[in-house]
Nanobody, 123 residues
């Protein structure tokens, strides 16, 4: 069983940056692809970014391409997401997930989930 704990959320002005972290425990971190999803109030959870176990494959939602960067440090059992040029529409609870890449759809199948961290972008 993999446990995931997110951190790094907060309140930021539009155009600002945040760096989310997700620390994993309870499993072999390097066995899993990792990713981030988000859920805004009144909306369904949506895919944001994913990274393969070795870090060589990365997928992004069109809405964040060029602004967000996902990375991982297998020695620290941690995945990161650097978020730049933030917009009010990026406001959501961000969830970390561990699972497998779905190549056909360039997404992540999340098998394990964190509790989420709030990101609020003010205009």
């Amino acid at each position: 069983q993999v446990q995931l704990v997110e951190s790094g959320g907060g309140l930021v002005q539009a155009g600002g940056s945040l760096r989310l972290s997700c620390a994993a425990s309870g499993g072999i971190f390097s066995n899993y692809a990792m990713g981030w999803f988000r859920q805004a109030p009144g909306k369904e959870r949506e895919f944001v970014a994913a990274i393969g176990w070795g870090g060589g494959t990365r997928y992004y939602a069109d809405s964040v391409k060029g602004r967000f960067t996902i990375s991982r440090d297998n020695a620290k059992n941690t995945v990161y997401m650097q978020m730049n040029s933030l917009k009010p529409e990026d406001t959501a609870v961000y969830f970390c997930a561990a699972g497998a890449l779905v190549i056909r759809s360039a997404r992540l199948r999340g098998d394990y989930w964190g509790q989420g961290t709030q990101v609020t972008v003010s205009s």
